[in-house]
């Protein structure tokens, strides 16, 4: 008898701890990046990145510390724990010279036990077909992270994007996964939004669904069929200074069943989750800065944050030795395959710096060396002095293809890596990596629609569309009339001195611009952009437009067949080795002009009536018209039933 009572204490006990730990219900965990690009290493600068030792350096990030921190995160909990990624895992360091030939990214992300990623609008900066490579290269190497895209539309009449359609069509990239850890069930898919949709403009062919109706399909698939417990977006569409305006937001907003967004493409840091309509959304900022960690408690079906923090990745973390190891074979690889025929090394100290060059949302110091540096390359390639048309006197650079500072750090030694990651990006019609320099001419109203775009474009659009320029001064007063803000344009001689430009229509005189292949297009279409305020045409010698720019590409070698395209990193390379060795110790160093911006950007507010309107374009007078109109039917609808009244008062 005793016995029986004291089984069923037993038992009463196990059942009241089960309906007790059910009620408390499950928690899990996910670890989660965004935005990487192939920043492997810990920067900046490389040179001072020590990643087996701790305590002696001052730089971020780094593989394989990242690494490090993620096995720690694991060990310390029981509970599922997931490994997310939300785009962007390309594009931003040597290493993805060789992402067509050998997949590094995803192959270490592999390694480090990434779960599942997503694609970024820099995924298709080397076109579809060279998406379709890295694809099928990361599959021959073996294990790759679940790569989960769902708003991929294909175009049946095009065949560019046909091989990475059948990439998609094995399986190696799909609209979702599904994946149970210790009895959750969890549903993954992920997405390109509209913003980052629009900056990938090699995409092409391919294009990208309406995330809202993409993700509401999803949802009801993962929910209704597959029976997940849990919804997790991977959305590379990102977060704004508006917060309620927000891609991300409005998703969870709109699409009911989301229940986690990891949000990526906008290198937002968010130290707090935002909960929207019950969704949790993460970002962690970009390059592997920080590692997020959000803990997670389902219960009834609803998920709560129990707790979020950003883990910092310095120095203060060992790397993994298999994964350093691993990266250090790399840059081998980049050696051999992509800098020795440039003579050229990865850890190559180039030039020296006594002073940080920083890109920031405002005219910079680094800004004024990449666009001199774009001048002095084309020159060089093209510049015939029994030709004073053929110099180069105007470059431009958006900020959205600058991509990171160049830091004096420990040493003030500045490596080649360091510089290329300045300016990483693209490809060119060679197939060779990073976007080709082009020239052209233009006429000078064309410079002043150009100079509107940082006055205007950018204000509306995001710092993306900040310009930089060499050769050019403008002075412009934010409080004028959109697309007619700038009030005075200047252009630098020979001796480096600055005249006035003559910008009406009567200057009918030619200017040769140079840029790369990337921001020219983006001035060619301008007009459509802004109902065609700002039309800039591309013009050969002649004044005859320019149909295709790749047909204006600047050649660094004429003597040899085809186009030896100059790209955007190799002109930077070589400009900085032709300043001065000042110390005498074989390395060149970066000039004291560079150490602040020289002011060729004017910011000179008024709102004095005569600055608003003194020579001012049709669309400052067709809008002070409209205003003095309204005013006017205004001032009509008023006095007229006053005078009205006054008189019938008077009788």
Same mark, same amino acid.
């Given at each position: 008898?005793?016995?029986?009572?004291?089984?069923?204490? +037993?038992?009463?006990?196990?059942?009241?701890?089960?309906?007790?730990?059910?009620?408390?219900?499950?928690?899990?965990?996910?670890?989660?990046?965004?935005?990487?690009?192939?920043?492997?290493?810990?920067?900046?600068?490389?040179?001072?990145?020590?990643?087996?030792?701790?305590?002696?350096?001052?730089?971020?990030?780094?593989?394989?510390?990242?690494?490090?921190?993620?096995?720690?995160?694991?060990?310390?909990?029981?509970?599922?724990?997931?490994?997310?990624? @939300?785009?962007?895992?390309?594009?931003?360091?040597?290493?993805?010279?060789?992402?067509?030939?050998?997949?590094?990214?995803?192959?270490?992300?592999?390694?480090?036990?990434?779960?599942?990623?997503?694609?970024?609008?820099?995924?298709?900066?080397?076109?579809?077909?060279?998406?379709?490579?890295?694809?099928?290269?990361?599959?021959?190497?073996?294990?790759?992270? @679940?790569?989960?895209?769902?708003?991929?539309?294909?175009?049946?009449?095009?065949?560019?994007?046909?091989?990475?359609?059948?990439? +998609?069509?094995?399986?190696?990239?799909?609209?979702?996964?599904?994946?149970?850890?210790?009895?959750?069930?969890?549903?993954?898919?992920?997405?390109?939004?509209?913003?980052?949709?629009?900056?990938?403009?090699?995409?092409?062919?391919?294009?990208?669904?309406?995330?809202?109706?993409?993700?509401?399909?999803?949802?009801?698939?993962?929910?209704?069929?597959?029976?997940?417990?849990?919804?997790?977006?991977?959305?590379?569409?990102?977060?704004?200074?508006?917060?309620?305006?927000?891609?991300?937001?409005?998703?969870?907003?709109?699409?009911?069943?989301?229940?986690?967004?990891?949000?990526?493409?906008?290198?937002?840091?968010?130290?707090?989750?935002?909960?929207?309509?019950?969704?949790?959304?993460?970002?962690?900022?970009? +390059?592997?800065?920080?590692?997020?960690?959000?803990?997670?408690?389902?219960?009834?079906?609803?998920?709560?944050?129990?707790?979020?923090?950003?883990?910092?990745?310095?120095?203060?973390?060992?790397?993994?030795?298999?994964?350093?190891?691993?990266?250090?074979?790399?840059?081998?690889?980049?050696?051999?395959?992509?800098?020795?025929?440039?003579?050229?090394?990865?850890?190559?100290?180039?030039?020296?710096?006594?002073?940080?060059?920083?890109?920031?949302?405002?005219?910079?110091?680094?800004?004024?060396?990449?666009?001199?540096?774009?001048?002095? @390359?084309?020159?060089?390639?093209?510049?015939?002095?029994?030709?004073?048309?053929?110099?180069?006197?105007?470059?431009?650079?958006?900020?959205?293809?600058?991509?990171?500072?160049?830091?004096?750090?420990?040493?003030?030694?500045?490596?080649?890596?360091?510089?290329?990651?300045?300016?990483?990006?693209?490809?060119?019609?060679?197939?060779?990596?990073?976007?080709?320099?082009?020239?052209?001419?233009?006429?000078?109203?064309?410079?002043?629609?150009?100079?509107?775009?940082?006055?205007?474009?950018?204000?509306?659009?995001?710092?993306?569309?900040?310009?930089?320029?060499?050769?050019?001064?403008?002075?412009?007063?934010?409080?004028?009339?959109?697309?007619?803000?700038?009030?005075?344009?200047?252009?630098?001689?020979?001796?480096?001195?600055?005249?006035?430009?003559?910008?009406?229509?009567?200057?009918?005189?030619?200017?040769?611009?140079?840029?790369?292949? +990337?921001? @020219?297009?983006?001035?060619?279409?301008?007009?459509?952009?802004?109902?065609?305020?700002?039309?800039?045409?591309?013009?050969?010698?002649?004044?005859?437009?320019?149909?295709?720019?790749?047909?204006?590409?600047?050649?660094?070698?004429?003597?040899?067949?085809?186009?030896?395209?100059?790209?955007?990193?190799?002109?930077?390379?070589?400009?900085?080795?032709?300043?001065?060795?000042?110390?005498?110790?074989?390395?060149?160093?970066?000039?004291?002009?560079?150490?602040?911006?020289?002011?060729?950007?004017?910011?000179?507010?008024?709102?004095?009536?005569?600055?608003?309107?003194?020579?001012?374009?049709?669309?400052?007078?067709?809008?002070?018209?409209?205003?003095?109109?309204?005013?006017?039917?205004?001032?009509?609808?008023?006095?007229?039933?006053?005078?009205?009244?006054?008189?019938?008062?008077?009788?």
């Amino acid at each position: 008898m005793k016995y029986n009572v004291k089984l069923l204490i +037993y038992l009463l006990v196990f059942l009241l701890t089960s309906i007790s730990t059910f009620a408390a219900g499950k928690s899990f965990t996910i670890l989660h990046t965004n935005d990487l690009h192939s920043h492997l290493l810990g920067f900046s600068p490389n040179i001072d990145y020590t990643p087996l030792e701790t305590n002696n350096d001052l730089t971020r990030g780094g593989w394989a510390r990242l690494a490090t921190a993620i096995k720690d995160e694991q060990n310390n909990r029981d509970n599922p724990v997931l490994i997310l990624d @939300a785009g962007d895992f390309l594009m931003g360091s040597l290493f993805h010279m060789v992402c067509r030939e050998h997949a590094l990214e995803l192959t270490l992300m592999s390694e480090m036990g990434f779960d599942a990623i997503t694609l970024g609008n820099h995924e298709f900066d080397l076109r579809p077909d060279g998406l379709a490579r890295i694809l099928i290269t990361a599959h021959r190497n073996g294990k790759v992270p @679940a790569i989960v895209a769902s708003n991929l539309l294909f175009n049946q009449e095009d065949d560019r994007d046909d091989t990475l359609e059948e990439v +998609y069509n094995k399986g190696y990239v799909k609209p979702y996964t599904v994946l149970e850890k210790q009895g959750i069930k969890f549903g993954i898919f992920g997405l390109v939004g509209a913003d980052a949709a629009e900056v990938a403009p090699f995409a092409s062919p391919v294009k990208f669904d309406d995330i809202l109706i993409s993700s509401k399909r999803m949802v009801q698939q993962l929910k209704e069929v597959e029976k997940v417990d849990v919804v997790i977006c991977l959305s590379h569409s990102g977060l704004s200074s508006e917060i309620e305006k927000s891609e991300d937001v409005i998703l969870a907003k709109e699409v009911p069943g989301i229940d986690i967004i990891i949000s990526g493409h906008t290198h937002t840091q968010l130290e707090e989750p935002i909960v929207a309509n019950d969704t949790i959304i993460v970002q962690t900022g970009a +390059y592997g800065y920080n590692l997020g960690v959000l803990d997670v408690e389902l219960e009834s079906g609803k998920v709560r944050v129990k707790n979020y923090s950003l883990r910092e990745i310095d120095d203060s973390i060992k790397g993994d030795t298999a994964i350093n190891d691993k990266i250090n074979d790399s840059i081998g690889l980049v050696n051999r395959e992509v800098l020795k025929d440039l003579n050229l090394k990865f850890d190559q100290v180039l030039v020296e710096t006594e002073f940080d060059l920083k890109i920031t949302e405002a005219e910079t110091n680094l800004g004024n060396l990449i666009t001199d540096a774009l001048r002095w @390359a084309t020159d060089q390639a093209e510049y015939d002095p029994a030709d004073p048309s053929s110099r180069v006197q105007i470059a431009v650079q958006s900020n959205g293809v600058i991509r990171d500072h160049l830091l004096k750090g420990q040493t003030g030694k500045v490596i080649v890596n360091d510089l290329f990651r300045v300016v990483p990006l693209g490809v060119g019609m060679d197939e060779t990596l990073s976007y080709p320099l082009v020239s052209f001419y233009v006429k000078a109203e064309e410079i002043k629609k150009t100079s509107e775009i940082l006055t205007t474009i950018y204000p509306l659009k995001g710092s993306d569309y900040f310009l930089q320029f060499s050769g050019l001064k403008i002075e412009y007063n934010p409080n004028r009339m959109f697309f007619d803000r700038v009030t005075k344009v200047f252009i630098e001689n020979l001796d480096g001195s600055f005249e006035q430009l003559d910008v009406s229509t009567a200057n009918k005189k030619l200017y040769k611009v140079t840029s790369n292949i +990337y921001n @020219a297009t983006f001035l060619k279409i301008i007009g459509g952009f802004t109902n065609n305020i700002l039309v800039i045409v591309p013009k050969d010698k002649q004044g005859n437009p320019i149909s295709d720019l790749e047909t204006v590409r600047v050649d660094g070698d004429r003597n040899k067949p085809g186009i030896q395209e100059v790209k955007d990193w190799s002109a930077l390379m070589n400009y900085v080795q032709t300043f001065d060795d000042i110390d005498g110790n074989g390395i060149p160093e970066i000039p004291a002009r560079y150490k602040t911006a020289e002011g060729r950007q004017i910011i000179a507010p008024s709102i004095n009536p005569i600055n608003l309107l003194w020579g001012g374009s049709y669309v400052t007078w067709i809008t002070f018209g409209v205003i003095v109109l309204l005013l006017l039917i205004l001032f009509l609808i008023i006095y007229i039933p006053v005078r009205v009244y006054k008189r019938r008062k008077s009788r």
